[in-house]
């Protein structure tokens, strides 16, 4: 299966975008900016989206996919996020005070989304893709997700603090092919990061050393565009040759 990155970024700027990731044609995971990098004709067929939490820069686009999709979909798009992510998400966004409530239009009979729980530590499968989730360190809590598609598991984590059991699980996958992991900030915002739920190159150095001696690619997102600079040349002197900073437009097959 492929992953395509259609934004990867930690903030919103001309240089970056904010998550989105599409796995396969059908399967979006993270709306940060999938309506303004992808085809309307490409939006229409996403059938599922994966969210990991509810914060803006990762749910933002579901706002403009909705409108984009409205007549060009005989179904609703199924939004995946854990119970509070979704009432957040409904409280919050689609609450008809900042923007329409998509799962009562252009009906209720006949919605354009619709929201739907992720199994408590369930598996949830989309065809060939199987989703397991792991809950991760984060202000008002987040989703790490397990993509396995046949024989092998990407690990994706898009806002992390340091949580022992994400590295301990991936490290017990026989088929871990790719990990996909945050480093918000550079190592002198150590204290920014320990508050806000984000890691540092030193502490994805630590968590790395969890994952153990595993020989796979570690693709770096979500750096947050004023720290950019500084956080590569950190990432650079771990001297860790699994380690990789993602773009938007790369695409990863496992
Ligand atoms: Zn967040
Ligand atoms: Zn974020």
């Known amino acids: 299966m ?13 240089t970056g975008r904010s998550p989105s990731f599409l796995v396969g044609d059908h399967v979006l995971l993270e709306a940060g900016s999938v309506a ?3 085809s309307l004709e490409d939006q229409a067929k996403i059938d599922h989206v994966l969210l990991s939490h509810a914060h803006l820069d990762h749910v933002k686009d579901l706002a403009f996919l909705a409108e984009n999709v409205i007549h060009r979909r005989d179904r609703p798009v199924c939004i995946h996020g854990d119970a509070e992510c979704l009432s957040q998400i409904r409280a919050h966004l689609f609450n008809d005070i900042i923007w329409p409530d998509f799962t009562k239009v252009p009906s209720e009979e006949d919605p354009v989304l619709k929201f739907q729980p992720l199994p408590n530590d369930g598996l949830l499968e989309i065809g060939d893709l199987k989703v397991e989730t792991l809950a991760v360190e984060h202000p008002g809590g987040c989703l790490a997700f397990f993509l396995r598609s046949r024989n092998s598991t990407l690990v994706y984590s898009g806002d992390t603090g340091n949580t022992i059991a994400l590295w301990e699980k991936a490290r017990e996958l026989s088929n871990l092919s790719g990990f996909i992991v945050e480093t918000s900030f550079s190592n002198e915002m150590e204290e920014l990061a320990e508050v806000s739920g984000h890691l540092t190159p030193r502490r994805l ?6 994952l153990g001696p595993v020989d796979i690619p570690v693709y ?8 950019e600079r500084k956080v590569v040349s950190e990432l650079d002197a771990l001297e860790d040759p699994r380690i990789r900073v993602l773009e938007a437009g790369t695409e990863i097959d496992f």
């Open 2 to 14: 492929k992953l395509r990155v259609l934004g990867c970024s930690g903030s919103e700027s001309p």
């Open 36 to 38: 303004s990098t992808l």
């Open 205 to 210: 150095s630590s968590g790395l050393e969890r």
């Open 220 to 227: 770096v997102v979500h750096i947050k565009n004023s720290e």
